[in-house]
């Protein structure tokens, strides 16, 4: 058996794998999501709270993540191919990158929001009430697709693809110094918002010492501290996306690694919002609960209905 035959070989078991994998971690992950949102919607639509309000967008970014690696990478992966075409595999990765950019746009306007709330309540109540943080939601999607073709224009022969050899998306530009800088913008983003969570710990613990009455100190504590924990464990999962994009799965040798890890680390956000309401969210909690006994009882239901 000759050389090639033998890498071939092994690489189809590889992207079987991933593949498998990729279906197996992220099919869970969109029922899951899904429920999420449609009880987002439902139980908060005339009260939300600017922070639910920005979570469900965010989630609806989760959600066409996770269908862009069930219906294309896992497809892709199994077959070791383009398994939609050259022009797909384009779209898929500008969609990816698209995906991508608006959550980093919402997760920057969590921070604002979060910055503001803890150093200007006042401004915060004005600026993010229910129909300003709806519009500044929308203005992300949009916003992110300007700063895609904006930097598509700044940075020459930069392309977005599905690299089905190495299972992971890839973006890429034709000389160093552009890629060098299509990694900063994000990285920088991040840099900056985490140094802004800093700040706001430091003012909350500042403003905690002040106060001498130890119940109401501990009241403000846990009641300010859920808030900022809330928005800085979404910010760690995007640095997570940021970091496997940009500088773990390009340098990777090891295939089947990179595609497992690559899965695991880009969809750190769909999983950590996911995580951060399942947490902290106690409606949601308990409006999962009613979901899944009513499902329970409607299966019992059908398969006692079946059997007579």
Not at 38 to 48: G, L, P, V
Not at 148 to 169: H, N, P, T
Not at 231 to 252: E, K, Q, R, T
């Amino acid at each position: 058996m000759s050389t090639e035959s033998v890498i071939s070989a092994e690489l189809t078991n590889y992207g079987r794998i991933v593949g498998l994998f990729t279906l197996g971690y992220c099919i869970p992950g969109l029922a899951t999501v899904a429920t999420l949102l449609r009880s987002e919607i439902k139980y908060n639509n005339f009260n939300a709270k600017p922070f639910t309000i920005l979570i469900v967008n965010s989630l609806i970014a989760d959600v066409v993540f996770l269908l862009l690696f069930i219906f294309y990478a896992a497809p892709c992966d199994l077959l070791v191919d383009k398994v939609y075409g050259s022009i797909m595999r384009t779209l898929a990765g500008f969609c990816q990158s698209y995906i991508f950019s608006v959550s980093l746009f919402i997760n920057m306007v969590i921070t604002a929001n979060r910055f503001t709330t803890i150093f200007y309540s006042k401004a915060a109540d004005r600026i993010f009430d229910k129909r300003g943080t709806h519009f500044i939601a929308f203005a992300t999607w949009i916003g992110a697709a300007l700063s895609i073709a904006v930097l598509d224009v700044w940075l020459k022969g930069c392309s977005y693809f599905y690299d089905e050899k190495q299972f992971i998306f890839y973006a890429t530009c034709d000389t160093t110094r552009d890629n060098v800088l299509l990694s900063a913008v994000p990285v920088l983003s991040l840099g900056v918002m985490g140094i802004l969570y800093f700040m706001c710990l430091l003012k909350l613990k500042y403003e905690n010492s002040k106060v001498s009455n130890e119940t109401i100190v501990r009241n403000m504590a846990k009641k300010r501290m859920k808030v900022f924990w809330q928005a800085f464990g979404i910010w760690a999962s995007m640095l997570m996306n940021v970091l496997s994009y940009h500088f773990i799965s390009p340098y990777m040798k090891h295939i089947l690694v990179n595609g497992i890890v690559s899965v695991v680390l880009i969809l750190c956000p769909t999983y950590g919002s996911c995580v951060i309401i399942l947490i902290f969210d106690k409606k949601m909690r308990q409006c999962l609960q009613s979901i899944y006994k009513s499902n329970v009882i409607h299966t019992q239901t059908a398969m006692t209905a079946a059997v007579r």
